[in-house]
């Protein structure tokens, strides 16, 4: 759940008509394509991501009237391959009670074979807990009559906000944490117990975090408030996962591992989840039937907010990722099954990098790029996206992702959007953070889906949006030092929405 100050100004615009407010986003440039958005009108967090029967469900904060935060429900699409998505019913909608302001984030849990969701209600500019059972096909949700489960936050402490929640069985008995922070100290999760998902015990706080720690500024700050907890092991590592928040603003997603035991959560070090800070926000995951731990993350918009208003849709879903602990930390890629969008495969031939060189034959703003590349020490590579090529040889527009090797096995990752676009609106902040580098031997896969942009360079994640003024799509690599390409292939992708959509399926 976010409380974002930028699109609050929205909150009272009136509703465009649904075909007119669906004909603005399908013909908006930078909408993606093959990743999951809204039909039209506002997204963001990803909420209650499952595999419930075989089929994948994915649920999301949704306002059908318009590309603001405002009148918050959750959206619910489904699918039987993490790639493919069918519009649902809404599930949820404000009603008379407790969560008359909106519906905000929440998870889906199966109780004794009862989908049953567990969100975030607002009324009177507080959010408490709340539940909701489904029927089997998850397509009708009855709100219980006795909501909300827990009346108020935690007795004496006093909190900056109070919502979002992650909860699991344990022993026969059902746990949850809830974001929130202790004013005057830093974010928090706390941490409840129940027998029935009804009834609720207020356990202490799973742990409190120290906002003081850092600097503001910092692309690790803790924040004043901990939204969209989420806490799971991954191999040898207890996880705990959190998007810091302070004051309305959404900062960026950071993960704590350590120990959890008993009724706490024992930190070992603070690591940050995707170096794109808020275009990644508000991550939750879910193990599949499979075994795999799956997250999804919400892309924030990075343009002005007339521009958003225009294109009628705001919010994209990251893909799919499988989340891995390698070598005590998180390692990221996108699902297998992404790969059956790819079309027109282009193979590049194995070579050493240097001067600037135009791909031939691969272009454009739907693609999926893998590269295995060999750096030596002190050597640079250069990858340009969405390129607009002077006939000088020069770029008008360009996004460039820049991977340096600083030798001893560590490297640095790096997105530089400052000539991405010539709107002066949209932002252009650099984004960067370290990547191991095991004998200067590199994974690098781009996706790359109109104002989409997903990189994974040997597991760490970075995402971004881009929005080019020009229509250009070339891709361009050079390279500094010794820098040789052992494989490279590219593909154009595939879209996954076809039919005509509608805001309220």
């Keep these: 759940m976010t409380d974002l100050i930028q699109a609050n100004a929205g909150r009272n615009a009136s509703p465009q008509p649904q075909d007119e407010l669906v004909a603005l986003a399908e013909s908006d440039r930078h909408r993606p394509r093959f990743h999951f958005v809204s039909p039209a009108g506002w997204l963001n967090d990803p909420n209650g991501v499952a595999q419930w029967n075989g089929t994948y469900h994915l649920f999301y904060q949704y306002n059908p009237e318009g590309p603001f935060h405002g009148n918050i429900m959750w959206g619910h699409a489904s699918s039987t391959n993490l790639v493919d998505w069918h519009d649902e019913p809404v599930a949820l909608e404000p009603s008379a009670g407790p969560d008359a302001e909106g519906c905000w984030s929440g998870v889906l849990v199966d109780d004794d074979g009862v989908p ?217 890629a996108p699902v297998a099954e992404i790969a059956s969008l790819r079309r027109d495969h282009r193979s590049l031939t194995p070579r050493s990098l240097g001067t600037i060189e135009i791909l031939d034959g691969v272009a454009g703003d739907q693609l999926d790029l893998e590269l295995d590349l060999e750096l030596e020490p002190g050597a640079g590579f250069r990858l340009g996206l969405l390129a607009a090529v002077n006939s000088d040889g020069s770029t008008a527009e360009e996004t460039v992702v820049e991977v340096g090797y600083d030798g001893d096995e560590a490297g640095t990752l790096r997105l530089d959007r400052s000539t991405s676009s010539l ?83």
């Design 116 to 332: 049953t969701l567990i969100y975030s209600g607002r009324h009177d500019g507080v959010e408490l807990p709340c539940v909701a059972v489904g029927s089997p096909d998850l397509r009708t949700w009855s709100k219980l009559p006795e909501n909300p489960v827990i009346s108020a936050p935690p007795p004496g402490v006093d909190v900056p906000a109070f919502r979002d929640h992650c909860v699991w069985k344990q022993d026969g008995k059902w746990r949850q944490v809830i974001g929130s922070g202790v004013s005057g100290q830093g974010g928090a999760a706390f941490l409840y117990e129940s027998a029935d998902l009804r009834n609720w015990t207020y356990l202490g706080p799973l742990l409190v975090g120290d906002a003081a720690a850092q600097e503001p500024e910092a692309s690790d700050w803790q924040g004043t408030m901990w939204e969209c907890v989420d806490l799971f092991r991954s191999g040898t590592r207890d996880l705990l996962v959190f998007s810091a928040w302070h004051e309305g603003d959404t900062r960026h997603p950071l993960y704590w591992t350590g120990t959890y035991t008993g009724d706490t959560f024992s930190p070992d070090s603070l690591l940050r989840l995707d170096y794109g800070g808020r275009f990644f926000y508000a991550p939750q995951s879910f193990e599949d039937q499979a075994g795999r731990r799956i997250m999804f993350g919400w892309l924030q918009e990075g343009r002005g907010e007339s521009a958003v208003r225009a294109a009628g849709w705001s919010g994209v879903m990251s893909l799919p990722r499988i989340t891995e602990e390698v070598q005590g930390e998180l390692s990221f």
């Design 423 to 505: 709107d002066p609106d949209v932002d252009a902040e650099d984004k960067s953070g370290p990547v191991p580098l095991a004998g200067g031997k590199l994974h690098l896969r781009v996706l790359v889906d109109h104002s989409a942009l997903e990189i994974f360079a040997n597991g760490k994640p970075l995402t971004a949006r881009v929005y080019p003024s020009l229509d250009g799509d070339a891709i361009r690599l050079s390279a500094t030092g010794t820098v040789r390409l052992r494989k490279g292939d590219a593909w154009r992708m595939a879209g996954i929405f076809s039919n005509p959509r509608k805001l309220r399926p």
